[in-house]
Structure formats: structure tokens, C-alpha cells
């Protein structure tokens, strides 16, 4: 069992930055590749970013690539997610995730365990 914890809960305004934490216990954190993903009101959840197991790969969706920066502390066992630029269409629940397969990966099905999210608004 695999338990992840998101915090930096925020409310920003336009061209501001936040960085969301997800701190993980369970399982042995290092060698398992950490992803986010957001849902926004009444759409899909849509893959945002993750990253492999030691940090020398990332794979980011083109919506937020360029201003949001994925990175993980394995001796902390937490992943970041430093976000940039942020726009109104940024706004959504971000959840972190937990996936025992050794790729990048951008489907949701891929992933094993869940944060319970964590809400990012936007204003304008």
C-alpha cells in the first residue's frame, strides 16, 4: 500500500507560481516513477507531468511545458511540482501519483495509487 499526501493548496493570480508537494510512504519510494495530473470542473483528468525514478526523466503535456518543472527528493520521498506562469486554464485539482512500472508515463491507467488532490485556482 502506497500513501501520498498533496499539500500547497493556493489561490494565485495570473503569471504567479506555486509549488504543490506530494510527500509518499509505504513503499520504497526511490525506485518507482511519481506523475501529476489535474481534473478541471465537468472535464477529464489530463496528465500534467511525471517523472522516473532517479530524476533524469521527464515527460511533461504540452499545455504546460515550459512553466511547470517536475522534481522529486527520493530522501525525502516527495515529488514537486513547481508551477510558473500560471494561467486561468491552470486551475483544477491536482492529484499525485504512484505507478511500480519503471517508464514515463502520460495514461492514468498506468498509475497504481492516488493522492487525494489538492486544489489550484487561477483568477484572472
Known amino acids: 500500500q502506497v500513501q501520498l499526501v498533496e499539500s500547497g493548496v493556493g489561490l494565485v493570480q495570473t503569471g504567479g507560481s506555486l509549488r504543490l508537494s506530494c510527500a509518499a510512504s509505504?513503499?520504497?519510494?526511490?525506485?518507482?516513477?511519481m506523475g501529476w495530473f489535474r481534473q478541471a470542473p465537468g472535464k477529464e483528468r489530463e496528465f500534467v507531468a511525471t517523472?522516473?525514478?532517479?530524476?533524469?526523466?521527464?515527460l511533461y503535456a504540452d499545455s504546460v511545458k515550459g512553466r511547470f518543472t517536475i522534481s522529486r527528493d527520493n530522501a525525502k520521498t516527495t515529488v514537486y511540482l513547481q508551477m510558473n506562469s500560471l494561467k486561468p486554464e491552470d486551475t483544477a485539482v491536482y492529484y499525485c501519483?504512484?505507478?511500480?512500472?519503471?517508464?514515463?508515463?502520460?495514461?492514468?491507467?498506468?498509475?497504481?495509487?492516488w493522492g487525494q488532490g489538492t486544489q489550484v485556482t487561477v483568477s484572472s
Open positions: 501519483s504512484w505507478s511500480r512500472r519503471s517508464g514515463t508515463y502520460s495514461r492514468p491507467e498506468m498509475y497504481d495509487y
Open positions: 509505504g513503499r520504497a519510494f526511490g525506485t518507482y516513477v
Open positions: 517523472i522516473n525514478w532517479n530524476g533524469s526523466r521527464q
